[in-house]
């Protein structure tokens, strides 16, 4: 008989009834495995230099973020190590066995970074984290813009999102953010888009989107409809030293990543956040978070959730009910909690299929299913990884969330081809639906992306590829790479923040790539300057209209 270990947070409530470690496989509900892989590999037109270790190493390729959509599964595998040649990725739903061939998504056009030959205002991705899909069927892919996070942290290209019509795969936003919110050593790693005040006849364009900031920690606070971005930061977003070392098996690793979970309760407009170095987690409601900059003196309303048995990064959350879901490193396994019943179960445990929950997805599009992205990150990071495992899964557990409700009214909007006719290139079969197209507004973005000339991708001047295919030329405009000089491994130590730990404002850079300058002066002595104003970009690609 299974004996469960309570931990009790006093003003809080309980958290979570975990399983001892070294238990068997176990839980209340029936895991599938939907795909699994040893490697992950890549669609490499013919004349990639896949051989060459320092644009594709699969032992440096690890999957962090997953979003199902009606017809594909997305994938995110960001640059934390150099060999990783593309960042987004998709596989078609219904396809049968293990290990398929990920596609660069939406074509290898947009990831140029993988061999320095790019320039950070063409539309392209350099590392994403994570992916999230809107009620619009629109992909926002979160590039955080620096490569080999976990060596050397080059900031290769400021952060940015663009968002994907899935019915097209073309852009039709991007999102740069404003200097104003991004500090030295941003790490830019999840998002959630809340689209609960969003009205359907502007097509998701009204939305507000809450994104981490993991290695300087914060949330960054974007306000679609006006095109304003915000910051706010709290002294539990960041890591706690005494969680420091985590703890896997027979596996110890230690890692100072700051927030990085996210969940998202849409009826009771709340957003549940937890950094990797915790035992915690906290709470915030939209209302704080969408009110703008902290005035001087005033903190952000945290709230202390409770205490899990271990670290975790992976959250999740029901669309409806309340229900949130979380996975502690040190039990393998996936649970959840309502905080609104108190009730708290083990999902499913196994040593073997959940040893790192990267990401927990709870699509409306999959009904009652909980997706979890497992990985064996900790051995890909201690570098003592066995090819000859499985070390990435994709695991579904129907049953255990309630849909929102909300596709009924975007039903125009979902393909009209059943799952099993929609792979490959089959996406673009003529019956399906495309009700809302987008268009940029006049000339600002480029002709859409092609993979016609695959050489012309990465070997513009027709050099072989022992010749500059690794030199670097990336540019932000004319302006050489960001942050050139002595590599920093921002990991392992705490970096500034906004209300509780105020930043040294002499170390830090005075102008951009660009010449222009980073810091605005205070505008508003009322106003913490560290969090300053809400300040409105003048990016015109931001702007989309309909046909």
């Known amino acids: 008989m299974h004996r469960w270990c309570l931990l009790a947070v006093v003003c809080s409530g309980v958290l979570v009834s975990i399983a001892r470690p070294g238990q068997a496989v176990g839980g209340s509900h029936k895991m599938e495995v939907v795909k699994q892989w040893n490697l992950l590999n890549f669609n490499f037109p013919w004349d990639y230099p896949a051989a060459s270790k320092e ?5 440096n390729v690890v999957a962090t973020g997953l979003e199902v959509g009606y017809d594909r599964i997305f994938i995110a595998t960001p640059r934390l190590f150099s060999g990783v040649p593309a960042t987004v990725s998709s596989i078609p739903r219904g396809t049968n066995g293990d290990s398929p061939v990920l596609q660069a998504y939406p ?3 947009h990831h140029r970074a993988a061999t320095k030959e790019y320039n ?36 290769t290209c400021p952060p940015k999102i663009l968002v994907y019509d899935l019915h097209t795969d073309q852009v039709v936003r991007r999102i740069d953010f404003p200097p104003e919110v991004v500090r030295r050593e941003s790490l830019y790693t999840n998002l959630i888009v809340d689209e609960t005040t969003s009205r359907p006849e502007n097509n998701c364009d009204d939305v507000f ?24 930061s709290h002294p539990a977003m960041y890591p706690d030293p005494d969680f420091a070392e985590s703890s896997i098996l ?26 990797l170095a915790t035992d915690r987690i906290f709470s915030v409601t939209t209302a704080a978070l969408r009110a703008g900059p902290l005035p001087f003196g005033k903190d952000l309303p945290v709230k202390l959730v409770g205490r899990k048995s271990s670290q975790g990064i992976g959250l999740g959350a029901s669309p409806r009910g ?23 179960q083990i999902l499913v445990q196994d040593q073997e299929k959940i040893q790192f929950a990267a990401d927990l997805r709870t699509p409306d599009r999959d009904g009652t299913a909980l997706y979890v992205l497992t990985s064996k990150f900790h051995r890909f990071f201690l570098k003592n990884l066995d090819a000859n495992e499985f070390n990435t899964r994709i ?44 268009k940029p507004l006049g000339p600002v973005l480029p002709p859409a992306a092609t993979t016609s000339n695959p050489l012309s991708v990465f070997n513009t001047q027709n050099m072989p590829f022992g010749h500059g295919l690794f030199t670097k030329q990336s540019t932000f405009g004319h302006s050489t790479i960001l ?3 002595k590599p920093s491994q921002p990991f392992f130590a705490l970096n500034n923040g906004e209300k509780s730990f105020p930043p040294s404002l002499g170390s830090r850079p005075q102008y951009g790539a660009s010449g222009s300058p980073i810091f605005v002066p205070k505008l508003n002595q009322n106003f913490n300057d560290l969090n300053l104003l809400r300040y409105r970009k003048s990016v015109p690609v931001n702007q989309t209209a309909l046909h």
């Not at 989107?209 to 971005?229: E, Q």
């Open 55 to 59: 644009f594709y190493n699969p032992e």
């Open 107 to 109: 074509d290898w056009t």
């Open 120 to 155: 950070c205002s063409d539309i392209g991705l350099v590392s994403v984290y994570r992916l999230r899909i809107d009620s619009c069927n629109r992909l926002w892919a979160l590039d955080a813009g620096v490569s080999r996070s976990l060596e050397d942290f080059e900031v």
């Open 209 to 232: 989107v809450y994104i981490t900031d993991t290695v300087a920690p914060g949330i960054v606070v974007y306000d679609s409809g006006k095109d304003l971005t915000w910051r706010v």
């Open 250 to 275: 027979e596996h110890r690793f230690t890692l100072m990543d700051g927030i990085v979970g996210l969940a998202f309760d849409m009826e009771a407009g709340i957003v549940y956040f937890q950094p």
């Open 322 to 344: 309340g229900t949130i879901f979380y996975a502690p490193l040190s039990e393998t396994a996936v649970a959840s909690w309502n905080p609104r019943t108190n009730e708290h």
């Open 395 to 438: 695991l579904r557990i129907d049953g255990v969330a309630i849909p929102s409700g909300q596709l009924a009214t975007q039903s125009h909007l979902r393909p009209t081809v059943p799952y099993d006719t929609l792979h490959g290139n089959a996406y673009y079969h003529p019956s399906v639906v495309l009700p809302v197209p987008y």
């Open 483 to 485: 942050q050139q000089g």
